[in-house]
């Protein structure tokens, strides 16, 4: 078996948190979230038709990037995963680490006209780790090796004691399940997406969160890293000098511009970031192995954000790829929702950011702290809150 890169840069950050290690990954596991729409719009698609990639199309664009060989991890779901890491081996030979998404919260429950994420995230996991690591559904110690050894647990806090506190034991059983049967974990760590007390410093919340659910966990029931909403520069620092063993790394977000993909990746890295995972945005990228190599070449130090956006747009234009913006327009800064199901996050400036998102002005009732006030929304205004938010998520 070929040696992991995950493996071997997971030891030298841990080593040297100071070393210019990056681990950067694809999350290609949309469809635990999206249905129908996970793999993206389809080359043909037409307004007016709503097409959609299929599943096989999906899986083709996970070969296509995996045999790449420019990321560290690719993250897929479990059905996926029985196609393309036990039918076809497609990792065997590569220094690529495959991984499921574990669990899948009712927050990441984004069917078409769904009603589920309205609600404070509810913790149910419908893979099984020992159909990921071996392809059955009860494996022997020996066959452990064969497939997956790890997955992405997610979490989400809502300020709210009983989903909160079920989150967390939910969370305990699966850590006690995989450190018995030798299965990594990552933890992902999505703001609140319906929080029924207002959070007056999200950011230090969730941090707060993060930095006492981990504290009871120790030897293989740690995460091997975290996986979180960029929050800014002061928000990443206080993280990751909190305590040297704990590798932070970042999610994507929704789609923006190119810019956003590659400032936000750039500014992390600089603020102490060592992982980024990229789903949507690589996933609606005009040219996927381009923009991979881009934020390859970000994450390494070789190339500043505009730098990498005007060579990206001339990689499009090598390959005779129309790209969806202008360079001008795709050199700007938009607002994005960090996660599956939050809000728009502000763009990017030159000053750091490190207040918590912020709702679009007048648009609906806000906390002191600039998120949604569910409570003083009338029905209309939550309507059109929720309309906002599924345009952003499927761009």
């Given at each position: 078996m070929i040696e992991k890169s995950l493996d071997r840069k997971l030891a030298r950050i841990l080593a040297d948190p100071a070393c210019d290690e990056f681990i950067l990954a694809d999350a290609k596991d949309a469809d635990m979230a999206f249905g129908m729409a996970?793999?993206?719009?389809?080359?043909?698609?037409?307004?007016?038709?709503?097409?959609?990639?299929?599943?096989?199309?999906?899986?083709?664009?996970?070969?296509?990037?995996?045999?790449?060989?420019?990321?560290d991890i690719m993250l897929i779901s479990a059905g996926n995963a029985e196609v393309l890491v036990f039918e076809e081996r497609l990792f065997d030979q590569?220094?690529?680490?495959?991984?499921?998404?574990?669990?899948?919260?009712?927050d990441l429950w984004l069917a078409q006209g769904g009603v589920y994420p309205k609600e404070p995230s509810r913790p149910f996991r419908s893979a099984s780790i020992d159909q990921a690591m071996c392809g059955k559904p009860v494996c022997?110690?020996?066959?452990?090796?064969?497939?997956?050894?790890?997955?992405?647990?997610?979490?989400?806090f809502n300020n709210a004691l009983t989903p909160d506190h079920q989150t967390l034991h939910e969370y305990k059983r699966f850590r006690d399940e995989a450190?018995?049967?030798?299965f990594r974990h990552f933890l992902?760590?999505?703001d609140p997406n319906a929080p029924v007390t207002p959070i007056p410093d999200l950011s230090r919340f969730i941090n707060d969160m993060i930095a006492?659910?981990?504290?009871?966990?120790?030897?293989?029931?740690?995460?091997?890293?975290?996986?979180?909403?960029y929050h800014g520069p002061a928000v990443m620092e206080q993280l990751v000098r909190y305590d040297s063993r704990l590798v932070v790394g970042i999610l994507g977000g929704s789609s923006g511009t190119t810019f956003d993909a590659f400032h936000q990746l750039w500014e992390a890295?600089?603020?102490?970031?060592r992982v980024a995972l990229y789903g949507r945005m690589i996933n609606n990228s005009e040219h996927q192995p381009a923009f991979i190599e881009h934020l390859r070449a970000v994450a390494d130090g070789h190339l500043e954000p505009a730098e990498a956006v005007r060579s990206y747009h001339g990689a499009l234009q090598r390959h005779g790829i129309r790209p969806m913006r202008s360079?001008?327009?795709d050199l700007q800064p938009t607002r994005r929702a960090p996660a599956y199901s939050g809000a728009a996050r502000p763009a990017p400036t030159a000053a750091a950011t490190t207040g918590p998102p912020a709702a679009p002005e007048g648009a609906y009732p806000t906390t002191p702290d600039g998120r949604p006030d569910f409570a003083r929304m009338t029905n209309a205004q939550k309507i059109a809150f929720n309309r906002r938010r599924w345009q952003r998520i499927l761009g």
């Open positions: 996970a793999p993206g719009r389809s080359p043909e698609y037409h307004a007016a038709e709503g097409r959609f990639r299929s599943l096989d199309e999906y899986r083709e664009l996970i070969r296509q990037n995996t045999r790449q060989g420019l990321l590569s220094h690529i680490t495959p991984a499921i998404r574990a669990n899948d919260t009712t022997e110690p020996h066959e452990r090796r064969g497939g997956v050894d790890l997955g992405l647990y997610s979490v989400t450190s018995a049967k030798g992902e760590v999505f006492r659910a981990l504290a009871g966990t120790a030897g293989p029931s740690r995460p091997l890293f975290l996986k979180i909403a890295r600089k603020y102490g970031a360079l001008e327009d």
